[in-house]
């Protein structure tokens, strides 16, 4: 198990020395994202935390720039929503409205974790291969493990065993990240599509994908199979 190294150091365990250093990983964690790892000064989140830049206040609550980063990660991990929660409340007993419970919850996901991507994609390079393991097993591999569980009951064993889930998962997964990416990127989406209008259509689209993975035939009058309801 890794160390928790956010744990606060025995000279500051009154409420205001917590509060400070709540102060100071909000402060990492901004500058960071903004300016990068290498170009964020300790002077300079401590004066974001409210304190004297250079004073050494920082060095009162963590051993320094590499430490504070993985107490910073290590609290937003704790906070982050998930896909795990939705996925407690299923089933519905119906498919599109399961559906369009993950797409908003994997959404505000997104967007939860959004400052901690853009940095993990500039500056990952600083992150202690220990941290990026345990960030893409609670970020990545667990909640896909769970969502491609729940497509497999979705569609069934027999289907699920034909056909590549993981793949299929990740592609409407990750698809969101784009719309998500476009919206934080520009502050629009092509055509102005909002987030109810793009919801809309990415549940219909993931609903065939699950129907056509579970064999049903697509359009002609032959009637089709309603898919597992799960219950």
């Known amino acids: 198990m890794i160390a928790n190294v956010a744990t606060e150091r025995s000279a500051n365990r009154t409420a205001g020395g917590a509060a400070t250093r709540e102060r100071l990983l909000d402060a990492a964690m901004e500058l960071f994202g903004q300016h990068g790892y290498k170009a964020t000064s300790v002077g300079a989140i401590e004066q974001a935390a409210g304190l004297s830049p250079r004073s050494g206040a920082l060095y009162q609550y963590f051993a320094g720039k590499d430490e504070l980063l993985v107490a910073a990660l290590q609290r937003k991990m704790e906070s982050l929503t998930d896909l795990r929660t939705a996925l ?4 519905l007993g119906d498919l599109r409205a399961e559906l369009r ?3 908003r919850s994997n959404l505000a996901s997104l967007r939860d974790r959004a400052g901690m991507t853009t940095f993990l994609a500039r500056d990952g390079e600083h992150v202690p291969a220990a941290i990026r393991r345990k960030l893409y097993v609670e970020l990545v591999e667990q909640p896909y493990a769970q969502v ?5 009951q979705r569609i069934g064993a027999r289907a699920a065993g034909a056909g590549d889930v993981y793949a299929l998962t990740l592609i409407l997964v990750e698809s969101m990240s784009a719309y998500v990416s476009l919206r934080s990127t520009f502050g629009r989406a092509p055509d102005d599509i909002d987030d ?3 919801l809309e259509a990415w549940v219909a689209l993931a609903a065939d994908s699950l129907e056509r993975a579970a064999g049903e ?3 002609g009058t032959s009637q089709r199979p309603a898919l597992d309801s799960g219950r």
């Open 217 to 219: 035939p697509v359009g």
């Open 148 to 152: 491609v569980a729940w497509v497999e």
């Open 101 to 103: 419970l993950l797409a």
């Open 88 to 91: 407690e409340l299923l089933p």
């Open 196 to 198: 109810e209008r793009y």
